[in-house]
């Protein structure tokens, strides 16, 4: 059975840090790109970040560059999003997703093939 499951999310004060994990089973992670994706209440979907099948390829969204890193190990079957300066716009449902392809693509998109549940980042005093 496919499964991406994300944790590490929670409560966290602004300029705090969290860190993410998104841990893949039921599919062999070394031949999918794994994207980072949030959404708010009341908000479209945003991508986030994007690694590469091999590690080397990254993508951010301008609003989490320099604060937001993401790292992947195909052993341990886990992807992190690293998340540093936390603030309050930050708080999300963070999604990990999967898709059979090499690069994340140039431009963002949504179509990928499996998507964990989820985890809650709440960025608050």
């Known amino acids: 059975q496919v499964q991406l499951v994300e944790s590490g999310g929670g409560l966290v004060q602004p300029g705090g840090s969290l860190k993410l994990s998104c841990l893949a089973s039921?599919?062999?992670?070394?031949?999918?790109?794994i994207g980072w994706f949030r959404q708010a209440p009341g908000k479209e979907r945003e991508a986030v970040a994007c690694?590469?099948?091999?590690?080397?390829?990254?993508f951010y969204a301008d609003f989490v560059k320099d604060r937001f890193t993401i790292s992947r190990n195909d052993v341990a079957k886990t992807v992190w999003l690293q998340m540093n300066g936390l603030k309050p716009e930050d708080t999300a449902v963070y999604y990990c997703?999967?898709?059979?392809?090499?690069?994340?693509?140039?431009?963002?998109?949504?179509?990928?093939?499996?998507w964990g549940k989820g985890t809650q980042v709440t960025v608050s005093p």
């Open positions: 039921g599919f062999d992670l070394h031949y999918y790109i």
């Open positions: 690694v590469s099948k091999s590690g080397v390829g990254v």
């Open positions: 997703a999967a898709d059979f392809r090499a690069w994340c693509p140039d431009e963002i998109d949504f179509d990928y093939e499996y």
